[in-house]
T-cell receptor, first 112, second 109 residues
Framework: GAGVSQSPRYKVAKRGQDVALRCDPI?????LFWYQQALGQGPEFLTY????????KSGLPSDRFFAERPEGSVSTLKIQRTQQEDSAVYLC??????????FGPGTRLTVT | AQRVTQPEKLLSVFKGAPVELKCNYS??????LFWYVQYSRQRLQLLLR??SRESIKGFTADLNKGETSFHLKKPFAQEEDSAMYYC???????????FGTGTKLQVIP
């Protein structure tokens, strides 16, 4: 079956613009995660959903970052008023409960 | 707070030589440790986890709680092992995963 998909794969935004990044998890996966990966770094946890409930958003770097998963499937990560330090690859992963996390290909965001 | 340290950014070995990718962690409870791998132009994927005690693609890793280490080892490196390797920690039943900064393994033919 299809793995985790993310769109767009690449996004260039001018500083101050809002962006929305989409994640389609593997069908039936209850858990969904967002990570931010800066150049030369490992993925850093942003937030976690169990179905539609956002159980942990401790990794969101500021209130400009917002994530939702209204129907417990597709998730959107929104970044308002983008800044240059937001440039990174944003990874989405899904899992069946506490099982292995399956990662998407990522969205590379460049803020100019 | 939990932390994962991978001291080497790049490790170059010759084909057929042994490989050891180092990983140390700090966490006060009982962690779950993982190794993830990212091959060129591919997505991040799980290589192995300590609780399964498996050998995947010839790689093994033993959790040493005394030294708080989870080093990844392979006796004979292959060219196809060239990739980025990330050590990761999950605390107990909690879902949040903390990754190290990664080590790029380069196997020289």
């Amino acid at each position: 079956g299809a793995g985790v998909s993310q769109s767009p794969r690449y996004k260039v935004a001018k500083r101050g613009q809002d962006v929305a990044l989409r994640c389609d998890p593997i069908s039936g996966h209850v858990s969904l995660f967002w990570y931010q990966q800066a150049l030369g770094q490992g993925p850093e946890f942003l937030t976690y959903f169990q179905n539609e409930a956002q159980l942990d958003k401790s990794g969101l770097p500021s209130d400009r970052f917002f994530a939702e998963r209204p129907e417990g499937s597709v998730s959107t990560l929104k970044i308002q008023r983008t800044q240059q330090e937001d440039s990174a690859v944003y990874l989405c992963a899904s899992s069946l409960g506490a099982d292995e996390q399956y990662f998407g290909p990522g969205t590379r965001l460049t803020v100019t | 707070a939990q932390r994962v340290t991978q001291p080497e950014k790049l490790l170059s070995v010759f084909k057929g030589a042994p490989v050891e990718l180092k990983c140390n962690y700090s966490y006060s409870g009982s962690p779950e440790l993982f190794w993830y791998v990212q091959y060129s132009r591919q997505r991040l994927q799980l290589l192995l986890r300590h609780i399964s005690r498996e050998s995947i693609k010839g790689f093994t890793a033993d959790l040493n709680k005394g030294e708080t280490s989870f080093h990844l080892k392979k006796p004979f490196a292959q060219e196809e092992d060239s990739a980025m390797y990330y050590c990761a920690l999950r605390s107990g039943g909690y879902q949040k995963v903390t990754f190290g900064t990664g080590t790029k393994l380069q196997v020289i033919p």
